[in-house]
């Protein structure tokens, strides 16, 4: 069975400050991908970041870093430098090369505070 | 650049209605899919089409059928609609559609719909 988990229903950071939303995973595929979208209020899906199973390296774009810790099955978005416009709902997907289809968990509503 | 387009934005029904949800896209893209977004649970897969001429189930089919038109359109039809189909419909595609796992999926803007 595939499965994605979001713990954490909201957070909240200060401007200026990182913060990491958690992701775990469930697959017995080996060949997956996982992927971060943010929804803001205005409600479009926008891509942000993708991570291979085998990729070696943690994928960066920009403020955006995914931490990927395989053995665990954690696939973590760290966003640094928080800013105002961060404020949003974040999704953690996951597509298994088996399954084909992307899946999603529940996300975690995130407030940046000035 | 429109990307993937959905109509209509808002839609009230009434218990017992049918419409069709409408989705076209302008990337060439071989894969489209239907999902629905409801509070706490992020977003599920109704239907997809891996490429023109098919269509698949996903995690919730019930209540709903979809036709790929061409590579461009893909629509959702509710013969019957329910309470318990008011959400957030997003059409997406995918290019390839060959399994790849690095495969991005391009977002509709949605269609909030109420079944009352």
């Known amino acids: 069975a595939q499965k994605i988990t979001q713990t954490q229903p909201g957070m909240f950071v200060q401007e200026k400050e990182a913060v990491t939303l958690d992701c775990t995973y469930d697959t017995s595929d080996p060949s997956y991908g996982l992927f971060w979208y943010k929804q803001p209020s205005s409600g479009e899906m926008i891509f942000l970041i993708y991570q291979g199973s085998y990729d070696q390296q943690n994928a960066t774009e920009g403020r955006y870093s995914l931490n990927f810790q395989k053995a665990r099955k954690s696939a973590n978005l760290v966003i640094s430098a928080s800013q105002l416009g961060d404020s949003a709902m974040y999704f953690c997907a996951m597509r298994a090369r088996g399954y084909n289809k992307l899946i999603f968990g529940a996300g975690t509503r995130l407030a940046v505070h000035p | 650049n429109a990307g993937v387009t959905q109509t209509p934005k808002f839609q009230v029904l009434k218990t017992g209605q049918s419409m069709t949800l409408q989705c076209a896209q302008d990337m060439n893209h071989n894969s489209m899919y239907w999902y629905r977004q409801d509070p706490g649970m992020g977003l599920r897969l109704i239907y997809y089409?891996?490429?023109?001429?098919?269509?698949d189930k996903g995690e919730v089919p019930n209540g709903y059928n979809v036709s790929r038109l061409n590579k461009r359109e893909f629509s959702l039809r509710l013969e019957s609609a329910a309470p318990s189909q008011t959400s957030v419909y997003f059409c997406?595609?995918?290019?390839?559609?060959?399994?790849?796992?690095?495969?991005?999926?391009?977002f509709g803007s949605g269609t909030q719909l109420s079944v009352l």
């Open positions: 089409s891996a490429s023109e001429g098919t269509t």
């Open positions: 997406a595609s995918s290019e390839a559609g060959q399994g790849l796992t690095n495969e991005k999926l391009f």
